[in-house]
């Protein structure tokens, strides 16, 4: 929170001196990089409530028709990192905190290599496995999230009604460990190559590296990371190989 609350106090400084949003936030660049997705998420809902407040209090806001809104909505950025729309004057994105590059950005022109994609810990190609070791029976899931067409549901079986998980937790203690039947969803980005999930507003909830989501939050999953379904933890693991 010390550092989200530096970066304000900074940024509303460049702001004072005239500064314009672009300007100011890239200037803050290096420090905001560095920051959790979670505090990054909380800086740009701050920066956005402060914005609107100042636009408020000095009268500048305008009000956008439909017709004028059905115009610039494709116009809007969209987030490399969780795919959600900004408003068009928005540097940091609404949804996930990530930096929003725009079109004169000088360092968005670079092209990453096989090489530098690889070597990304969110990095997931056609030929990697997803594995998730379950801590409390080492029981192991391998999935290829890749070949879907559609998301994939982890959650644990029941004898009742007709939605079933694609993969099932059960045999590693799901019930007792407060899994839900249909808890967490897994989806392959083909653009990006990278995994997203997202909480299907499960009873116990879903944490990533011990910070909870919001249901139906999107957030991208890395190599390492720490997953817990309810009790249920269970470690990340990307397999890059042709063979697999």
């Known amino acids: 929170m010390g550092d989200i609350q530096e970066i304000l106090v900074q940024y509303g400084e460049l702001r004072h001196q005239g500064m314009d949003v672009r300007t100011a936030l890239d200037s803050l660049r290096t420090i905001i990089d560095v920051l959790d997705e979670g505090d990054r998420l909380d800086l740009a809902h701050r920066i956005r409530a402060q914005e609107t407040s100042s636009a408020k209090s000095s009268g500048s806001m305008r009000r956008i028709d439909k017709t004028e809104m059905a115009h610039t909505n494709d116009d809007r950025p969209v987030c490399p990192h969780c795919g959600k729309r900004n408003r068009a004057d928005d540097r940091l994105c609404y949804a996930c905190g990530q930096l929003l590059l725009g079109p004169d950005d000088t360092y ?4 990453l290599g096989d090489e530098d994609e690889a070597a990304r810990d969110d990095y997931f190609g056609q030929d990697s ?3 998730l ?5 080492s029981q192991v899931y391998r999935i290829h999230p890749q070949h879907s067409e559609r998301e994939l ?6 004898n009742r009604g007709p939605m079933m998980p694609d993969i099932d937790l059960s045999d590693s203690d799901g019930n007792r460990l407060g899994v839900s039947r249909l808890h967490l969803s897994v989806r392959y980005d083909t653009q990006y190559h990278t995994l997203t999930i997202f909480d299907l507003g499960s009873a116990n909830g879903t944490f990533v590296n011990g910070q909870r989501l919001h249901p139906h939050e999107v957030r991208v999953l890395r190599h390492n990371d720490e997953l817990r379904l309810g009790n249920m933890i269970m470690v990340v693991t990307f397999q890059h190989s042709a063979t697999v």
Not at 133 to 137: G, I, L
Not at 153 to 158: A, H, P, Q
Request: zero cysteines; glycine letters at 6%.
């Open 153 to 158: 549901v982890l959650g644990r079986s029941t």
């Open 129 to 131: 496995v997803l594995i």
């Open 108 to 111: 968005q022109t670079r092209i």
């Open 133 to 137: 070791t379950a801590r409390n029976s």
